[in-house]
């Protein structure tokens, strides 16, 4: 069925990126994997590729999960966004609404036990709260998603330790702690299988812009 709601995505044209992505960036990963992540939208090298994460955010996500002893077939990553913003600006909020069902059906058929949100945009709506990441990181909740109770544990972007390298210790010291996280989950009996009213959306506030003059690629606005 994940291949199937692949196919749909596919030819979406539920919102202006139709008309400027190169091709739709699904989702990849193990369909059955306890932990998902969760970020914002692709970027130049992703919309190329047809893969999430795959520049040098993606590249520093991989060392990320070698230094708990995962890698990628252990998870499954997703954007909020299947579609490439153009000039990677931030996601608008009808094109997040537009692109949700998507996202929230992947949760429904991957059951993960764990949701870690990678920046903002993915925090705001799966918690379905207003607190930005610089508050929210590190912090774990238990939200009902995909008509299943999951422990969300929101997370910088890796992108944002590309700009502050300061970040990448906090983003390596909450990563720590998703091993114990996974087990406490996995422990936690999921909530009966009933659907779930989508989260509130929060309408997505201005976000400080990252100076692109240093940018070692172009990367996704709003990590922090």
Do not use: W
């Not at 596919?10 to 989702?27: A, E, N, Y």
């Not at 059955?32 to 520049?55: C, I, R, S």
């Not at 992947?106 to 990678?118: F, G, N, R, V």
């Not at 990252?210 to 940018?215: H, R, S, T």
């Amino acid at each position: 069925m994940l291949d199937a709601l692949q196919a749909e995505a596919s030819v979406c044209r539920r919102c202006r990126l139709h008309s400027t992505r190169t091709q739709v960036v699904f989702g990849v990963g193990n369909p059955h994997a306890e932990l998902m992540f969760v970020g914002e939208a692709p970027g130049f090298h992703e919309d190329k590729q047809g893969y999430p994460f795959v520049g040098q955010a993606g590249q520093l996500l991989d060392q990320l999960l070698s230094g708990i002893g995962m890698t990628r077939a252990d998870v499954y990553v997703a954007n909020t966004l299947k579609c490439r913003p153009p000039g990677n600006r931030d996601p608008q909020p009808d094109e997040i609404e537009a692109c949700e069902p998507y996202l929230f059906r992947q949760i429904e058929l991957i059951e993960p036990t764990m949701i870690a949100t990678l920046g903002n945009f993915a925090t705001k709506l799966l918690s379905g709260k207003p607190t930005g990441i610089t508050r929210a990181h590190g912090v774990e909740q238990r939200v009902t998603l995909g008509g299943r109770e999951v422990l969300l544990y929101p997370l910088y972007h890796p992108a944002a330790a590309l700009y502050t390298p300061s970040l990448r210790t906090v983003l390596e010291q909450d990563f720590a702690r998703i091993p114990a996280l996974l087990a406490r989950g996995a422990a936690t009996p999921a909530a009966p299988l009933v659907r779930a009213a989508q989260p509130a959306r929060d309408p997505v506030a201005a976000v400080p812009v990252l100076a692109a003059a240093a940018a070692p690629e172009p990367v996704q606005l709003g990590l922090f």
